[in-house]
């Protein structure tokens, strides 16, 4: 399982005080150095946390792998064939919402999303599709020649129980041999932490994980290098 970091909070904490510390793009190469295979960022479109500047310096600066969050809209879907990112996760985005709240509705935009992965396509960006551990939705972001999924893990980091996580954990399993079998990559993420990582990690299907709370708050007590290598050990 391959680790991508999400950079987005460092970028909340620079611009809560207007300034350009810290920064999220060095950051990134942080993560980068302490062994992380990628680098998430979101551009919203309010701007709030990554702004345009970043995306374009991350362009120039990460080996890894840049994958771009963004929503489906005409603007966003513009930055993105411009920067040409190496992959592009497509997510629902609501202004109200602190954080990507659930999967994307692929039935309900089938056409909608089949012509802005052709476009992406076109730039030759690979496209993920966020999405729930649900075999309908799967089946329609292969029908929009999506090439990877990134499955939510939400509801399987939010488990209240030992077994409602089982049954959640089986649940993504079974979603992401479904994408395998339809030739697709499986990425997942949303709330993966330290601790829900231990039975997570079983998941042979899973190529990638993209986290981002969890090992930025651990770096504000331990340094982002360890951050990203106690993750990565337990990925191991
Ligand atoms: N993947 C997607 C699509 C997300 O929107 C987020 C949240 O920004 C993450 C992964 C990372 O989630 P977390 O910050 O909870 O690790």
Redesign the pocket.
């Known amino acids: 399982m391959r680790l991508s970091i ?1 950079v ?1 909070h460092v970028a909340t904490l620079r611009n809560a005080r207007g300034e350009m510390i810290p920064d999220p793009v060095s950051l990134a190469l942080m993560c980068e150095q302490a062994g992380a295979d990628g680098i ?1 960022v ?1 551009l919203r479109e309010d701007r709030r946390h990554i702004r345009d500047r970043d995306v374009i310096l991350l362009r120039e600066l990460v080996t890894t792998k840049l994958d771009l ?1 963004m929503a489906s809209t005409p603007e966003i879907v513009s930055i993105a064939c411009q920067i040409i990112p190496d992959l592009a ?1 497509i ?1 629902p985005e609501r202004r109200e919402e602190l ?2 709240e659930g999967g994307m509705n692929v039935l309900d935009n089938i056409s909608h999303l089949k012509d802005v992965i052709q476009e992406l396509h076109k730039h030759r960006i690979e496209v993920s599709l ?1 999405i729930e551990p649900d075999i309908e939705h799967i089946n329609a972001a292969s029908e929009v020649q999506s090439d990877f999924i ?1 499955i939510h893990t939400g509801v399987y980091a939010n488990a209240v129980s030992e077994e409602e996580q089982f049954d959640e954990l089986e649940n993504i399993r079974m979603a992401a041999r479904h994408a395998k079998k339809l030739g697709m990559g499986v990425n997942a ?4 932490n330290y601790h829900n990582m231990k039975t997570f990690r079983a998941i042979e299907e899973i190529d990638e994980v ?5 090992i930025i708050a651990r770096a504000v007590f331990v340094g982002i290098h360890q951050a990203v290598r106690e993750m990565i050990g337990l990925l191991q």
């Open positions: 999400n987005d998430v979101h969050e996760t997510v954080t990507t966020f990134e993420g949303h709330g993966l993209s986290i981002g709370h969890a």
